[in-house]
């Protein structure tokens, strides 16, 4: 199909868009989908914010971005964007002198609102100077809640239409200034309308695109909204980067999007915890030990599908289909490796023998993963 590249064990092909770099990061073309978060720190805070990006790093984010409201956090910028390990995008909304100070520092990206940025568009032409001679991208993000007041008053709410009118104009302005390293954003918090933008952006364009629900919410609430709205998109095709809003510590952000593009088939898979939802047919309490297990192994980061199943319909298949697994009732539990028992143990001993094979395995998997250990795949 002209236009799209594909991918393996995906719903549906990416739609080719044109390649930019945020900093070392490619985003979009051929690239892997990347993550990102936000710090959650006051930026001039230097030891605090390169702190939190430390902790966000380590849970797999790929890109950060940092805001800049004040003269002391623009100053921060150099030394922050220095001393990360992966790139940061300077946040920029009102003030126009910020997007220049953010490009002088080195930052991978610098993030532009224009619909909050008072006669941004007679800055485009030195924006887009700037950010050239000094190798920057940009981000277009354009939001519901500070959509431009020309377009409000033409469509009366931030319909998809407006968001992608905004959008395409933005765009238009820096690619007639020879200017193309750029993605776009088109968020809002609601899920059809973010969806419905994003699709009508893509149709419009091969820019490279930053899924995210703009205030999203709460953890479980936002969780579910932007599995929603970008398990949509990324199911057609659509999307280069994301960005999980949520109302939580920052890190919460990265695991929920880490997981999303792993269950999606557009990353490759570490630990997966396959446990039944318990029901009148269980004779173990499969929540103890499912959460039990999950604690047990969250700093494992091999790929290994372990299994922690209740009742004699699904048990026993699921655990031979999974890596390790166990098959529980009548007060013990048959442990499974890679679909043979290996052991039956006491109830009480389930979650511990359990972890000792997995961690085992993760051994194991960790030396081989030095020979191109494959990913295990989904069944």
């Not at 088109?186 to 699709?199: F, L, S």
């Not at 446990?275 to 604690?295: F, H, K, M, N, Y």
Request: hydrophobic content about 40%; glycine content about 10%.
């Amino acid at each position: 199909m002209p236009g799209l590249r594909p991918e393996l064990n995906v719903l549906s092909p990416r739609k080719r868009t044109r390649q930019i770099q945020v900093g070392g990061v490619a985003v979009g073309g051929d690239a892997p989908i990347s993550v990102q978060s936000m710090t959650t720190t006051k930026t001039h805070d230097i030891g605090s914010t390169l702190q939190q990006i430390a902790e966000l790093t380590a849970a797999g984010c790929d890109i950060v971005r940092v805001a800049c409201p004040t003269d002391k956090d623009a100053s921060a910028l150099k030394i922050i964007a220095q001393q990360s390990r992966i790139p940061v995008i300077a946040d920029i909304h009102f003030q126009p002198k910020y997007v220049f100070a953010a490009i002088e520092a080195g930052c991978g990206a610098v993030r532009v609102n224009p619909g909050n940025i008072r006669k941004f568009d007679d800055k485009v032409a030195d924006i887009c100077k700037a950010a050239s001679d000094c190798g920057v991208s940009l981000r277009i993000g354009v939001n519901a809640g500070s959509l431009d007041p020309r377009l409000l008053k033409k469509y009366g709410s931030a319909t998809p239409e407006a968001l992608v009118e905004s959008a395409v104009w933005e765009a238009s302005l820096f690619e007639e200034c020879g200017f193309r390293d750029f993605k776009i954003s088109v968020k809002h918090h609601d899920v059809v309308t973010m969806v419905r933008a994003y699709q009508m952006l893509a149709e419009r364009g091969d820019w490279p695109l930053h899924l995210g629900v703009t205030e999203a919410g709460p953890a479980f609430q936002g969780t579910i909204k932007s599995a929603a709205a970008f398990g949509t998109l990324l199911a057609q095709g659509i999307g280069d980067t994301i960005r999980v809003s949520l109302s939580a510590p920052p890190v919460e952000e990265v695991k929920v999007g880490s997981k999303l593009l792993e269950f999606m088939g557009l990353r490759p898979r570490k630990l997966e915890i396959v446990s039944c939802p318990s029901c009148g047919r269980a004779q173990v309490d499969v929540w103890t030990l499912a959460e039990s297990v999950e604690e047990g192994l969250k700093d494992v980061k091999a790929p290994l599908r372990v299994a922690v199943m209740g009742c004699v319909v699904n048990g026993p298949g699921e655990a031979r289909e999974a890596d390790l697994g166990c098959a529980s009732g009548n007060g013990k539990g048959q442990i499974f490796v890679h679909g043979q028992v290996v052991e039956t143990v006491p109830e009480d001993q389930i979650v511990e023998t359990l972890l000792k094979y997995a961690n085992e395995m993760a051994e194991e998997m960790g030396e081989a993963a030095e020979g191109d250990k494959p990913v295990v795949q989904a069944f």
